[in-house]
């Protein structure tokens, strides 16, 4: 079984944008800004043997104020950029009833059967409540990215760190 470190998209790799206290994500590829530490990091984590997954929740096309398109473009600029595996994007909103939409832990589960990964020795890095939870209900040991968002706090995250860069140092510190 293979271990990986799920990561959310916006606040954790590339730069969210923050209105009254809330994170939105990048609305096109020209908006995209991958934050500073974060190709780094994930080097790091790829050459400890980690797969790398994005798990990001999109509501906004459910809402139908973003297009899959323009999310897609996203991703795909990211993947370009970055040593991702895999993206496991969630375009429904809460009404919707999804087990793929964070905090649910679908999307980890179902990517973790699919690639055979070991969720236990896997890590959830996330900037949200509903990331941490996604990964403690998928058994993985989760770390918050404390932004000061005007917002719900996760519940009892494993660490909390101020980057992706000291995400990973604590990441590759569990494996001495």
Same mark, same amino acid.
């Given at each position: 079984m293979q271990r990986a470190v799920f990561l959310d998209r916006d606040g954790v790799i590339n730069r969210a944008f923050v209105c009254d206290g809330k994170p939105y994500p990048p609305r096109c590829v020209e908006e995209l800004e991958i934050l500073p530490g974060v190709t780094e990091a994930l080097a790091l984590l790829r050459s400890a043997g980690f797969m790398l997954i994005v798990v990001t929740n999109q509501p906004d096309v459910a809402r139908g104020t973003q297009t899959r398109a323009a999310v897609d473009e996203i991703n795909g600029a990211l993947q370009a950029k970055l040593p991702i595996d895999e993206f496991c994007v969630c375009y429904h909103d809460d009404t919707d009833g999804c087990n793929c939409r964070k905090p649910k832990p679908g999307a980890l589960i179902e990517s973790a059967k699919k690639v055979g990964i070991d969720l236990c020795a896997s890590f959830m890095i996330g900037d949200r409540?509903?990331?941490?939870?996604?990964?403690?209900?998928?058994?993985?040991?989760s770390i918050f990215i404390n932004w000061g968002y005007k917002e719900i706090q996760p519940k009892?995250?494993?660490?909390? %760190?101020?980057? +992706?860069? $000291?995400? %990973?140092?604590? +990441?590759? $510190?569990?494996e001495i």
């Open positions: 409540w509903r990331d941490i939870e996604a990964g403690q209900k998928a058994g993985c040991k009892h995250p494993e660490v909390i %760190v101020n980057s +992706i860069t $000291e995400a %990973v140092k604590w +990441i590759l $510190e569990q």
